[in-house]
Structure formats: structure tokens, C-alpha cells
């Protein structure tokens, strides 16, 4: 009974730290969040004023796309070209998702191109981390993830590497990472060549 209690009290700490996150997402704002190996940088992905924000504190170039992460694929359909894949296609991901796998997909026309960059393709995953996928689920849908680090400089594996790249007042989600080293392996779901080696 004692872990029960226990198990319900950490689920109810996690949930509140999330809401937190929640609301700063619906404001348009840039927030930390752990993920598998690292901090990550999220927002908004439909908010171009919030994408435009992260990739300024990233100084990262907007050509060469974000990724999305997700609790399940469902979440994704807005933004991914489903029809342009086969079923071994989707077998094939489906083999390795949920997990730390990045797959490229073709995009839908509609899909914007501070996601895509100058790519007709978008970078999806589907997180198997819990507090990555409570996190979607209590969005309602995906949410933009980048390394949590100015660009040539290290990710930040923790809240104290977060805030010394991006200010002590920098809202971070207050949990630790998963604890693998690389980063997500990335492969195009249409031929399952190798992007990026995890």
C-alpha cells in the first residue's frame, strides 16, 4: 500500500512540474525539458513566433529543419504525409518506435517550413521516456525538440548546464534525463538510410 501511495505522490509531482511547462507552451514561450540522453529545447511547433524564438536563443539556422516529438503517431498526423509511406515503410518504424529513433518523413504541403526548413521532409519521434510522452499528452499534440545548448556548445545533460547557456530564470521542466549518452539516431523512413548515428 506504502508504494502505491508513493507511486501515486511521485505521479502527482511529475504531473504539476508538467502543467507548469503546459502553460508556458500555450503562452508561445521556449522551455527545457529532459529527454533521452539530454536537456531539449521545446515549443509551440505551430507557433512561428515560439519557433522563431527558440532557433534565435539556439542560434541555429532555420534551413535545416527542427524535429518533433510525440506520445504516439496519432499526434504527428498533421504534420507528416502518412500516404506516402508503405506498409513495410511503416513496419519498419513501427519496429523501433517508441523509442530514440528520429525518423524523416515526407511532409504535408501544409506543414510549416520553420518545422521543415529546406527539406519536403519532417524529423518525428515517438519518445518511449515517460515524462517526454506525459508532456505531449498533456499538450494535446507534439512539441519541437532540440538540443537544450547554443550552437558549438554542449547540451546540457542537466537544470544547472540549461541555465548557464540560457539565463537562471529559464524555465526548465524539473526532472533528469533518461540517461543514455548519444543523442537520437535519425533515419529517412523511406529508404531506412542512416542520417545520424545515435
Not at 81 to 96: C, E, G, H, V, W
Request: glycine content about 6%.
Amino acid at each position: 500500500m506504502m508504494n502505491f501511495i508513493r507511486t501515486l505522490l511521485i505521479y502527482e509531482i511529475i504531473l504539476l512540474k508538467i502543467y507548469h511547462i503546459i502553460k508556458l507552451l500555450h503562452q508561445q514561450q521556449v522551455v527545457a525539458y529532459p529527454t533521452e540522453a539530454m536537456f531539449g529545447l521545446g515549443c509551440d511547433p505551430d507557433s512561428e513566433k515560439a519557433v522563431h524564438t527558440l532557433l534565435t536563443l539556439k542560434k541555429r539556422d532555420w534551413q535545416k529543419g527542427l524535429i518533433l516529438v510525440a506520445a504516439n503517431y496519432e499526434q504527428l498526423a498533421n504534420y507528416i504525409d502518412d500516404n506516402s509511406l508503405n506498409i513495410n515503410q511503416r513496419a519498419r518504424m513501427f519496429s523501433l518506435w517508441p523509442g530514440p529513433i528520429t525518423w524523416t518523413i515526407p511532409a504535408r504541403t501544409t506543414t510549416p517550413c520553420w518545422l521543415t526548413g529546406k527539406f519536403s521532409t519532417l524529423a518525428v519521434r515517438i519518445s518511449a521516456f515517460k515524462p517526454v510522452r506525459m508532456l505531449c499528452l498533456a499538450f494535446g499534440k507534439p512539441i519541437v525538440s532540440t538540443s537544450a545548448n547554443v550552437s558549438g556548445q554542449s547540451p546540457a545533460r542537466n537544470i544547472c548546464e540549461v541555465r548557464q547557456q540560457f539565463g537562471a530564470a529559464f524555465p526548465v521542466m524539473d526532472q533528469i534525463i533518461e540517461g543514455r549518452y548519444s543523442p537520437s539516431e535519425i533515419r529517412d523512413a523511406i529508404s531506412g538510410q542512416l542520417i545520424r548515428r545515435g
